[in-house]
């Protein structure tokens, strides 16, 4: 067999697999946000937050919950990290500095997991247990509850209340996110991944005299990275380190949990909006964009062009042989059309196309199937739109799911997909126009064009994936990556629950034969054609200056 | 005024109970349950999949190592010990740049791009020592034998595995270095390759520290 079609039967292989556990999955977090049960452990966990999780939130109530919460989060790794130099359990490592721990602190709060610190010889065991790992499982947990908060919009008629966000929260670490994580963990660790908490240790070679290594909870946290499509790798490598992936199979499983939920959550949507068949159509779109952008990826990999790589005879450069390109090519995609940003290969080498797919997929705002949550709720933002869009062609005024969209929802939607576009913009130009930022640019022309382009783009869209030949630790790129990540992650929340706050308060609007039928394949490829074409207008003279004017050289 | 003071402290109160609370579920009780399950079930693979040659470890069958000569007086990089097989190029490793006083096994990319003239002239000069080591007497190899993992830096940098391609170019040449016979390195080699998981997951590949440790015992038992 060959490497391409071996390619093509893990794709289908992953396929199978995430089919077979979307039914189950799905009916079982819808499950968990309309319980009215609380379990024995969680009602210790009301009691120690000091909050009722039967009382019912209006949106702003809902979202100032998220705020408190994430701003504690981000204070708290803060110090945690400008503390590292005298807590005990941090391997003797020193404290990390001011812009730094800021950067790092938004970064995993946002679920984006951008890495300008060199994980093995930059943050201790304590760090790393019990400060970002935390924040892999509760910023995805935030994002679920977001999500369902919307859905519940949806789902609900003349009433403001959205559910409780404590309750969100906890449900969703505690009944989801956990048990999957232990799961995944366990299984890691059966492969090869380290999970230990042992210092640092020499440890013999073959030629002689011998290599440090430092232990560490590489398995627990490496599970729930993928899970919670956070991304921020254990090791500078991430899972490109043989200690957190370490053969062909957890290579694949890996990319199995990164896209397990954001699939799931459409059967969730469906159950909870009363119809399967609208998260079914949710799904297909998800699932089109993903398999196109796969099928993309592993033929410019394949082909392999650009100088070096036609040298070398193959795109091998920065992938690890037991992936290859096949293996290397689906991790990629589904890392950047998630807001994962863990990587198994280095996309700053891969084909000038190659990185440009990588790029697209997270300016698409990380929708197919997108991260923990916010794939969900990001990918029913652009649903509205469709719906406008399509209600425009016919002069109807547009519902979607038995609600109007009228001009306050159409603003809050427009809100939404404008921010994330304008942070990259403009942090983009603003690097490339001042004198310094430019200098940290590895390769030179358009490719070191496409570097500065793809931290911002990571940034504001949560991802945390790197063209890494950029020195992203100057006082500049912290400074401002940290910025688009904490507005490119809360303002769009902000839109969503507004938006949810406003379609919960109207009563529904019968379906008549004129209503489009948004269940339907139609809608689907209305839906598609949308994002990509809303998608494309807005970057592609961005793109033209970087990936594709090297793609194309 | 005050009550909203008042609101937003009590809020951000909540705020930090749930946070902690929720550290102690997922950043004290699920790691240490996870690690006591792994030192219990797996406890070789937990700590690093240590191997083993004469009772002494040899490293980790996962991590990539280097088999290089001592440095030369005035030498910058070592030459490759032509004696063992050798691994993936790591261009990318960088250097222990904070908490110096360790010197830990670092990880890591070139980073370079497709069109990078730096990366062009890595992969040109790999070529070319491959080709030059690799060519013993009766056996010359040609540049388009030479496959892209041999002349390519991986991503971790730590890459524990070659390509049966790569394992097989250097055949010859491990032969003749160690006074063995061509067809037992063949079969040495063979032995290593571990082929497609299930037939279809990953690529095949030849791990080299394992190699090297089986190619030390053929050569004690000459």
């Known amino acids: 067999m060959g490497p391409v079609s071996a390619g093509v039967l893990q794709l289908i292989a992953l396929v199978g697999a995430l089919a077979l556990v979307y039914i189950p999955l799905g009916d079982h977090m819808a499950r968990v946000y309309s319980s009215p049960k609380h379990l024995r452990v969680e009602k210790w966990i009301y009691k120690g937050i000091g909050a009722d999780p039967d009382t019912e939130m209006t949106w702003p109530a809902y979202l100032r919950g998220i705020l408190a919460f994430s701003a504690v989060g981000v204070l708290f790794l803060y110090l945690l990290q400008r503390l590292q130099g005298v807590l005990p359990g941090s391997l003797g ?58 859905v519940r919009g949806f789902a609900r008629s003349r009433t403001g209340e959205l559910g409780n966000f404590w309750s969100d929260l906890v449900r969703g670490t505690l009944r989801i996110l956990v048990p999957l994580a232990a799961i995944a963990a366990v299984v890691l660790v059966a492969c090869g991944v380290i999970q230990n908490f042992s210092g640092i240790h020499e440890v013999g070679r073959f030629m002689g005299g011998s290599q440090q290594w430092n232990g560490g909870a590489v398995a627990s946290q490496e599970a729930i990275k993928e899970l919670g499509t956070n991304g921020g790798g254990y090791f ?21 949990l990164i896209l397990v939920i954001p699939f799931a959550l459409t059967r969730t949507f469906g159950v909870l909006v009363g119809s399967v068949r609208q998260g079914y159509a949710i799904l297909a779109t998800m699932f089109t964009i993903w398999l196109g952008f796969t099928a993309l990826m592993m033929w410019t990999e394949f082909a392999h062009h650009g100088p070096a790589l036609q040298a070398a005879g193959g795109a091998m450069e920065g992938k690890e042989v037991r992936f290859g390109v096949g293996g290397s090519s689906i991790f990629a995609v589904a890392t950047t059309l998630t807001s994962t940003g863990a990587v198994d290969s280095f996309h700053s080498s891969f084909t000038g196309l190659g990185g440009g797919i990588t790029m697209l997929s997270m300016m698409l705002g990380e929708i197919a199937p997108g991260g923990t949550g916010s794939g969900l709720y990001g990918i029913l933002i652009m649903a509205v739109i469709a719906v406008f869009i399509a209600g425009l062609m016919v002069g109807r005024t547009p ?76 006082d500049w790129y912290n400074t401002t990556t ?31 034969a004129g209503t489009l039928r948004t269940e339907k394949p139609l809608f689907t490829g209305l839906l598609v054609g949308a994002i990509l074409i809303i998608t494309g207008l807005t970057y592609f003279p961005a793109l033209a200056l970087g990936p594709l004017a090297e793609g194309l050289a | 005024m005050n009550n909203s003071v008042t609101n937003t402290a009590r809020l951000l109160g909540a705020g930090l109970r749930a946070l902690l609370v929720l550290t102690l ?42 088999y290089d000569l001592p440095l030369k007086k005035g030498q910058e990089t070592p030459d490759p010990d032509l004696k063992w097989f050798q691994g993936r190029p790591a261009n990318g490793l960088g250097a222990n740049g904070i908490n110096t006083r360790y010197k830990l096994i670092l990880s890591g990319a070139t980073n370079l791009a497709a069109d990078s003239g730096d990366l062009l002239k890595q992969v040109e000069d790999a070529k070319a020592a491959v080709v030059k080591d690799n060519s013993v007497p009766g056996c010359t190899v040609n540049p388009s034998q030479v496959p892209a993992d041999a002349v390519t830096s991986s991503g971790s940098g730590l890459d524990p595995a070659i ?16 006074g063995l016979p061509v067809a037992q390195v063949e079969k040495l080699v063979e032995d290593h390759t571990d082929g497609r998981t299930l037939g279809f997951i990953g690529e095949p590949r030849v791990n080299v520290l ?13």
């Open chain 2, 25 to 66: 579920v997922t950043g004290v009780i699920y790691p240490l349950a996870v690690t006591g399950i792994a030192q219990a079930l797996f406890r070789d693979k937990a700590n690093g999949s240590e191997i083993k040659a004469d009772g002494k470890v040899v490293g980790s069958s996962l991590i990539g190592q280097s």
């Open chain 2, 210 to 222: 394992e190699l090297n440790t089986a190619l030390k015992g053929l050569v004690a038992h000459k």
């Open chain 1, 236 to 256: 500078n490598a991430n899972s490109a380190h043989p200690f957190e992936n370490p053969t062909p199979f957890t290579n694949l499983f890996e990319v199995f």
């Open chain 1, 399 to 474: 519902e979607y799911l038995g609600k109007k969209i009228g001009g306050r929802e159409m603003k809050l939607a427009a809100c939404y997909i404008l921010i994330t576009p304008a942070l990259v913009l403009v942090f983009t130009a603003a690097s490339m126009a001042l004198s310094t930022p430019p200098h940290s640019m590895l390769n030179s022309g358009a490719h070191g064009f496409s570097e500065v382009l793809y931290a911002f783009t990571s940034a504001a869209n949560n991802n945390g994936s790197a063209f890494a030949g950029l020195n992203a630790n100057t």
């Open chain 1, 482 to 512: 940290g910025l688009a990540m904490l507005l490119g992650r809360f303002l769009p929340m902000v839109f969503v629950l507004a938006l949810a706050g406003s379609l919960a308060g109207q009563k529904p609007v019968p379906v008549t």
């Open chain 1, 93 to 150: 490592f020193s404290s990390v500095n001011p812009a730094q721990s800021f950067n790092t602190a938004v970064s995993f709060v946002t679920n984006t997991n951008w890495q300008s610190y060199y994980g093995e010889q930059t943050m201790g065991h304590v760090v790393q247990t019990a400060g970002l790992a935390v924040q892999n499982f509760v910023s995805a947990a935030v994002g679920m509850a977001v999500a369902v908060a919307l």
């Open chain 2, 163 to 178: 390509s049966p391609a790569y394992a097989g170019l250097q055949v010859h040449r491990v032969a003749a270095k160690n």
